[in-house]
């Protein structure tokens, strides 16, 4: 049988994390690290997201023969590999059956399969997966604009540590007020700005506008503290955890030139963190 086969890129949240949750805008910017589905005549079993994407495609448009053979980055690092799985298999599946979808669509049919399987969930990480490059999102899919940048000066830390998104959603539910979700909104805005200016220094500063008052609603960690400390400490412009905290990546915007970067990496490194190397996904 002729083969199918699909990629699709991981993700860091630059701004808005959590209060993307709630209704509010996000910036994400799609990385190189890559998912890719091939068509397969051998079935084995499939992971969660494989497995509940199938399931709704297949009450929706009927059986799906094929099996899938699933090639990715490491998941342990929290940057999106569950969706984008979702959206190389749900793309995969769509070819099979003939049937053509706009992004939004194959947004709205992912969003659907993330909230079967975690009953939560903003899909911002789907967005990046589709649409690549940086993007303003709202919530859902509410709103989905991709930006015109071709490349950020980002430097990411690894914490060591694995998060459950999940668990620190609820967690973090406990302490979001109105003020968060104020502040988070205004910096996003404030951030698209910035972004379409190519202003790094600003971006920065909001950047660490946003790891301030993560840390009050108690998703920071020690280890991700100090990445972010260290890496600051060595001339970023801004650092900040990307995604639901707890645990998994931060991320830095260094200064011009690759002896900026270099200082940033190395200073993330001494602190303990495992620098990941990077680049938009356009
Ligand atoms: O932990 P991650 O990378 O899945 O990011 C979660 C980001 C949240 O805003 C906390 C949740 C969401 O779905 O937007």
Redesign the pocket.
Known sequence: MRKISFTAPGKL?LLG??A??YGKPSLVAAINKFVTVTTSDNRVKESTFVAAARKLFEQKYGPIKSGFKIVGFDSRY?L?SSAAVTVAVAKTMFKLKGIRSTNKQLFDFCYRVVLNVQGL??G??LAAAIWRGVIYFVTGGKKIERLPVKQLPLVVGYSGVK?D?AT??KKAAKLIDSNFLKVSQTIVNQGKAAILKKDWKKLGELMNINQAVLRKIGVSTGKLERLIKAALAAGAYGAKL???GGG?CMIALHPDGIQGKLLVERAIKQAGGEVLKVKLAL
């Open positions: 949240l994390d959590h993307v949750v929290g999106g969930g903003s911002f990480d998060a998104t620190m959603v990307s995604g639901a998994d």
